[in-house]
């Protein structure tokens, strides 16, 4: 058993009970998360939609990156989204898929956030080895800011970069 401090024992008693339905822990859970993550998953897609969480945004994004990380092969290049504008498309592009995971996770409760955070933890390291630093990437966002350390990786359009 890992140990839990006592804030997050208070904060745990404090938000399940009254956030999450008796019905909402029937519901089958999302991935390997457990049924009350999964029930606080499911209320943050409902109460606070974005850009990249709606409603089984994180088991179909959870499944995407399932499912690139099972791709045959030693090392996986990125593959690159035809149209990144397109709401459909864009997630052909995996490091969106792992934007999106991460705006689902900063939406969660603490204790949630911490079972959501350890079961990403888990693929990242996977993806961190099998896919190859891109150490020279220049992608940015629309601000120009640099986007975090899943984008900074050798896409199937860039050459020579082994
Ligand atoms: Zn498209």
Known sequence: MPRRRPGALR???????HRIASWQRDLPPIDRLSRTTSALVRNAEAARPGYHVHPGSVRTN???????????GE????PTSGCLSCPGCQYD????????LQDALMLLPLPARTELRRLLDTLDTRFRRR?????WSS??????ESLPWW????????RGAE
Do not use: S
Not at 11 to 17: C, H, I, Q, T
Not at 93 to 100: F, L, P, S, T
Not at 139 to 144: A, C, H, V
Not at 151 to 158: I, K, L, P, S, W
């Open 131 to 135: 896919t190859i630093p891109d150490r």
């Open 93 to 100: 592009d995996i490091a969106y898929v792992r934007d999106a």
């Open 11 to 17: 904060a745990a008693r404090d938000l399940e009970p």
């Open 139 to 144: 992608r940015t966002d629309w601000l120009g």
């Open 151 to 158: 984008h900074r990786r050798v896409y199937t359009d860039v």
């Open 75 to 78: 090392k996986l290049r990125l």
């Open 62 to 72: 959870l499944a995407r990156y399932r499912a690139f990380l099972r791709l045959p």
